[in-house]
């Protein structure tokens, strides 16, 4: 005997509602989420199907606020959709053009040995390494804005430092010949902090001569080191670093340390910055005699001359989609050039003295610079205008950095202090 065709579809339709029942069990309460003050319960919520909880469980982290939602809140902003990263977005406290008049100094530290002359974010942000003319390093939780570690001892100032593309391991100049300890190039694992066996190569290779070197770039792949090298004579300067009669720059293995190529065009008296393209195909030389040279990687040629100033041109930046090249020269001005066809696009007028370092925020929409009349600025890229005056500086400011994920910028210089600036939380 056959069930009735009616008895069949009773049972369908309480299977279905059985079903739907017991899904709607096990969804969050979109409304009840919105207004929850478990965060680990907002956590798991991030990672449930429904992009509808996802973007409930951010936007109610956001509104939590704290070190913890901040950390969760980050990887939503890659989330596959769109809705979900513009919640996170909106969540996190991302400095933007919008909101930039309202960044205020979050924390400092102002008992370092010597002025503040690098600073480099760890790709994912979590760390913050800066070098100062003491010959220190400093190690801090981005986030915290605590101390995590400190290697002392070098017997040079730090000139430059950055982190491998990876993260794996950082890389800093110090050059001085005083003393035994002759290293310029020094590297150390990220993770343990100990240092790692120089480059093998570097020093060692008749073609490579990297005594008066100060100026380190990593390219975006890994694969190439780029510093600076003595071109014909040199002195000793009273610090025990050389000075150049002029400059080049070298391409290395960034694995071996052996000569890749020395680029054709010396730069008179030295360089004060070198940094690639973010994908890897130009770099951009600022030397000492007042220009910046955009050169062609893989065939090693000038591409053209960016800028020729009376001015020093003390720092350069490429916008993180390679398009736009910032330039700061020491008569207080920022000039923004089209990279592909190398106009002078615009000038950033605002500072009362020289702009020593430049960089974009993550999206591009930012500009922050220092500048050696104390102040940090923040500019808007697209109407090239200026949105705050960031004091606190007692002295020149020396180097600036965007945090990867847009949500600090920091900030050293000769008061030996560093700087943390971001809105309010």
């Given at each position: 005997?056959?069930?009735?065709?009616?008895?069949?579809?009773?049972?369908?339709?309480?299977?279905?509602?059985?079903?739907?029942?017991?899904?709607?069990?096990?969804?969050?309460?979109?409304?009840?989420?919105?207004?929850?003050?478990?965060?680990?319960?907002?956590?798991?919520?991030?990672?449930?199907?429904d992009p509808?909880?996802?973007?409930?469980?951010?936007?109610?982290?956001?509104?939590?606020?704290?070190?913890?939602?901040?950390?969760?809140?980050?990887?939503?902003?890659?989330?596959?959709?769109?809705?979900?990263?513009?919640?996170?977005?909106?969540?996190?406290?991302?400095?933007?053009?919008?909101?930039?008049?309202?960044?205020?100094?979050?924390?400092?530290?102002?008992?370092?040995?010597?002025?503040?002359?690098?600073?480099?974010?760890?790709?994912?942000?979590?760390?913050?390494?800066?070098?100062?003319?003491?010959?220190?390093?400093?190690?801090?939780?981005?986030?915290?804005?605590?101390?995590?570690?400190?290697?002392?001892?070098?017997?040079?100032?730090?000139?430059?430092?950055?982190?491998?593309?990876?993260?794996?391991?950082?890389?800093?100049?110090?050059?001085?010949?005083?003393?035994?300890?002759?290293?310029?190039?020094?590297?150390?694992?990220?993770?343990?902090?100990?240092?790692?066996p120089a480059?093998?190569?570097?020093?060692?290779?008749?073609?490579?001569?990297?005594?008066?070197?100060?100026?380190?770039?990593?390219?975006?792949?890994?694969?190439?080191?780029?510093?600076?090298?003595?071109?014909?004579?040199?002195?000793?300067?009273?610090?025990?670093?050389?000075?150049?009669?002029?400059?080049?720059?070298?391409?290395?293995?960034?694995?071996?340390?052996?000569?890749?190529?020395?680029?054709?065009?010396?730069?008179?008296?030295?360089?004060?910055?070198?940094?690639?393209?973010?994908?890897?195909?130009?770099?951009?030389?600022?030397?000492?005699?007042?220009?910046?040279?955009?050169?062609?990687?893989?065939?090693?040629?000038?591409?053209?001359?960016?800028?020729k100033s009376?001015?020093?041109?003390?720092?350069?930046?490429?916008?993180?989609?390679?398009?736009?090249?910032?330039?700061?020269?020491?008569?207080?001005?920022?000039?923004?050039?089209?990279?592909?066809?190398?106009?002078?696009?615009?000038?950033?007028?605002?500072?009362?003295?020289?702009?020593?370092?430049?960089?974009?925020?993550?999206?591009?929409?930012?500009?922050?610079?220092?500048?050696?009349?104390?102040?940090?600025?923040?500019?808007?890229?697209?109407?090239?205008?200026?949105?705050?005056?960031?004091?606190?500086?007692?002295?020149?400011?020396?180097?600036?950095?965007?945090?990867?994920?847009?949500?600090?910028?920091?900030?050293?210089?000769?008061?030996?202090?560093?700087?943390?600036?971001?809105?309010?939380?």
């Open positions: 005997m056959h069930p009735q065709p009616s008895r069949i579809l009773m049972l369908f339709v309480l299977l279905v509602a059985v079903t739907l029942a017991l899904v709607s069990c096990a969804r969050p309460n979109v409304k009840r989420l919105s207004r929850a003050q478990d965060v680990d319960g907002l956590i798991a919520a991030l990672s449930y199907e509808t909880v996802r973007s409930a469980a951010a936007a109610a982290l956001g509104r939590l606020g704290g070190p913890r939602a901040v950390e969760a809140l980050l990887p939503a902003l890659s989330d596959e959709d769109a809705s979900v990263r513009q919640v996170a977005a909106q969540a996190l406290p991302i400095i933007r053009p919008t909101n930039a008049a309202s960044v205020s100094e979050l924390a400092a530290s102002t008992e370092l040995g010597g002025a503040v002359s690098a600073i480099s974010f760890s790709p994912d942000g979590r760390v913050i390494a800066f070098g100062d003319m003491a010959g220190s390093i400093h190690f801090w939780d981005a986030r915290q804005a605590t101390e995590i570690k400190v290697l002392e001892g070098f017997s040079g100032r730090i000139s430059d430092l950055e982190f491998s593309p990876d993260g794996s391991f950082i890389a800093a100049m110090t050059p001085s010949w005083l003393g035994e300890d002759f290293r310029k190039l020094r590297l150390w694992d990220s993770g343990s902090y100990e240092e790692l480059l093998s190569l570097i020093g060692n290779d008749d073609s490579v001569d990297v005594r008066a070197a100060t100026v380190l770039a990593m390219s975006p792949d890994g694969k190439l080191l780029a510093l600076d090298t003595c071109v014909g004579p040199f002195d000793f300067g009273l610090s025990g670093s050389l000075i150049c009669d002029s400059a080049s720059f070298r391409l290395l293995d960034s694995h071996t340390g052996a000569s890749v190529a020395e680029m054709p065009r010396p730069f008179s008296n030295g360089i004060w910055d070198i940094e690639f393209s973010p994908d890897g195909a130009l770099a951009v030389v600022c030397g000492m005699d007042g220009t910046a040279r955009l050169f062609d990687v893989e065939s090693r040629e000038e591409r053209y001359i960016v800028i009376n001015m020093h041109v003390l720092d350069s930046a490429f916008s993180p989609d390679g398009r736009t090249l910032a330039v700061g020269l020491g008569d207080s001005t920022i000039h923004l050039f089209d990279v592909e066809t190398g106009t002078d696009s615009a000038v950033l007028i605002g500072n009362t003295e020289a702009v020593t370092s430049v960089a974009f925020g993550p999206n591009g929409d930012l500009l922050v610079s220092g500048s050696t009349d104390k102040t940090v600025r923040l500019w808007d890229v697209a109407a090239r205008t200026m949105l705050a005056t960031l004091n606190g500086h007692a002295d020149a400011v020396l180097t600036v950095a965007f945090s990867p994920d847009g949500m600090l910028v920091a900030s050293g210089g000769n008061d030996m202090s560093v700087r943390f600036w971001g809105l309010p939380r």
